[in-house]
Each structure stands twice: as structure tokens, then as C-alpha cells.
Nanobody
């Protein structure tokens, strides 16, 4: 059974930091690209950051310079370090795991991040 379990969300003030974690089980973690998405109320889910199986990161323009994605294959965990948080970062943050061949996508249940202004 595949599970992606996010943790680390919470309520912070603008300018503060949070680190999200996503622990995966039931998959060959090192073979998957991993991503963090977010969905704010009334908005579509959007990509925040992703990291390839080889460790190459990619970021949405809105978070470049503030967020850092990393992975620990030994722990089957992907992280999202979020610094200098802004009110606009408020959303539910979801982790996903992607395998291209065959095409498979798994999603976590999400963790709420609320940034007060």
C-alpha cells in the first residue's frame, strides 16, 4: 500500500519559516520524482517545487529564493524548507510522487499552512 504522509504545516506569521516533510512508503522512492503542490481556497492546485529522482530541483517563480526542496532517499522523505513566508503562501500543501514509465502519480492528503499578515 502506497502512502505519502505530509507533516510540518501550521500557523506562522509573515517572515517566519516552516519545513514540510513528506514520508513515502510502499514505493521505490529513489525512482520517483517528487513534488510539492499547494491549493488555496477558491484557486487551482499549483506546482510549488519539484525534484527529480537525480536530485535536480525546480521552483515556481513565486517561491524562488525563499523555498528549498530536498530529498533523503535513505529516509524515503522529501522536504520543503519555506523561508520568509508571506500571507499569499497560505494554502494546503500536497506532496506527490511521479514515475514516468509506466506513468504513475501518487498524492498525499495535504497539510495546512497558514501565514498571518
Amino acid at each position: 500500500q502506497v502512502q505519502l504522509v505530509e507533516s510540518g504545516g501550521g500557523l506562522v506569521q509573515s517572515g517566519e519559516s516552516l519545513r514540510l516533510s513528506c514520508a513515502a512508503s510502499g514505493i521505490r522512492f529513489g525512482s520517483y520524482a517528487m513534488g510539492w503542490y499547494r491549493q488555496a481556497p477558491g484557486k487551482q492546485r499549483e506546482l510549488v517545487a519539484s525534484i527529480t529522482s537525480g536530485g535536480s530541483p525546480n521552483y515556481a517563480d513565486s517561491v524562488k529564493g525563499r523555498f528549498t526542496i530536498s530529498r533523503d532517499n535513505a529516509k524515503s522523505t522529501v522536504y520543503l524548507q519555506m523561508n520568509n513566508l508571506k500571507h499569499g503562501d497560505t494554502a494546503v500543501y500536497y506532496c506527490n510522487a511521479i514515475l514516468l514509465n509506466p506513468p504513475i502519480v501518487y498524492w498525499g492528503q495535504g497539510t495546512q499552512v497558514t501565514v498571518s499578515s
